[in-house]
């Protein structure tokens, strides 16, 4: 679960909130004070508005696949932008775990919940140099692998979603592996505009065209 608490100066606790969740909560705060909370809700995702009295206020529900949670969401000035990614399991529950991973998407929304535009991210084989395997398929030796295709991926650790002007930086990364790739789509379209080579993972910011 998730437990959001407001402390005043001297440190005594004024309210506290709690929130289902799955280890990874995502909370972000607007320049008004009103602290955005995403969390599941059933086969929903929610996206709620936690005032600064500890009330609720404004609630948005982007309409999401069951097997698919809020990897990580930006604040827009008139909505949201939001990168999905494969749930876990405990989001998924038994009776919905896939076979193979989904594709992720990146979507904007405005703060309603509607959504103007849903973009797939095709991730495509991915592969690196220095990364070695050693299996069966190896006859045991240690061996370059072979380009992959993830079995998991998820949004990446540091800066998963970072928006600037009109364009989005939307990372995606092998969790196994810590090999990723970082995709750039046009903020008013959703177009994907140009996407990085795989890499390790690491810290990240839009420096340029094409460029993170």
């Given at each position: 679960?998730?437990?959001?608490?407001?402390v005043?100066?001297?440190?005594?606790?004024?309210?506290?909130?709690?929130?289902?969740?799955?280890?990874?909560?995502?909370?972000?705060?607007s320049?008004?004070?009103?602290?955005?909370?995403?969390?599941?809700?059933?086969?929903?995702?929610?996206?709620?508005?936690l005032l600064p009295?500890?009330?609720?206020g404004?609630?948005?529900?982007p309409?999401?696949?069951?097997?698919?949670?809020?990897?990580?969401?930006?604040?827009?000035?008139?909505?949201?932008?939001?990168?999905?990614?494969?749930?876990?399991?405990?989001?998924?529950?038994?009776?919905?775990?896939?076979?193979?991973?989904?594709?992720?998407?990146?979507?904007?929304?405005?703060r309603?919940?509607?959504?103007l535009?849903?973009?797939?991210?095709?991730?495509g084989?991915?592969?690196?140099?220095?990364?070695?395997?050693?299996?069966?398929?190896?006859?045991?030796?240690v061996?370059p692998?072979?380009?992959?295709?993830?079995?998991?991926?998820g949004?990446?650790?540091?800066?998963p979603?970072?928006?600037?002007?009109?364009?989005?930086?939307?990372?995606?990364?092998?969790?196994?592996?810590?090999?990723?790739?970082?995709?750039?789509?046009?903020?008013d379209?959703?177009?994907?505009?140009?996407a990085?080579?795989?890499?390790?993972?690491?810290?990240?910011?839009?420096?340029?065209?094409?460029?993170?």
């Amino acid at each position: 679960m998730t437990v959001i608490t407001r402390v005043d100066l001297s440190g005594k606790v004024a309210w506290q909130r709690t929130y289902p969740g799955t280890g990874k909560p995502q909370s972000r705060l607007s320049a008004e004070g009103t602290l955005w909370v995403a969390y599941p809700h059933g086969d929903d995702r929610l996206l709620e508005g936690l005032l600064p009295d500890g009330s609720t206020g404004p609630t948005a529900s982007p309409e999401c696949r069951p097997d698919e949670e809020i990897g990580a969401f930006v604040l827009l000035d008139d909505g949201f932008v939001i990168s999905w990614a494969s749930a876990s399991r405990l989001v998924r529950g038994e009776r919905s775990r896939p076979t193979s991973a989904q594709e992720p998407r990146v979507a904007r929304y405005t703060r309603e919940g509607e959504c103007l535009w849903s973009t797939p991210i095709v991730r495509g084989a991915l592969s690196f140099p220095g990364v070695a395997e050693m299996g069966d398929r190896t006859g045991w030796e240690v061996r370059p692998r072979q380009p992959w295709v993830p079995e998991e991926i998820g949004v990446d650790h540091w800066e998963p979603l970072p928006v600037a002007a009109d364009r989005i930086a939307a990372s995606f990364t092998d969790t196994r592996g810590g090999i990723g790739r970082t995709f750039f789509l046009d903020l008013d379209r959703g177009e994907i505009v140009a996407a990085t080579s795989p890499a390790p993972t690491g810290r990240k910011a839009i420096a340029g065209p094409a460029r993170s």
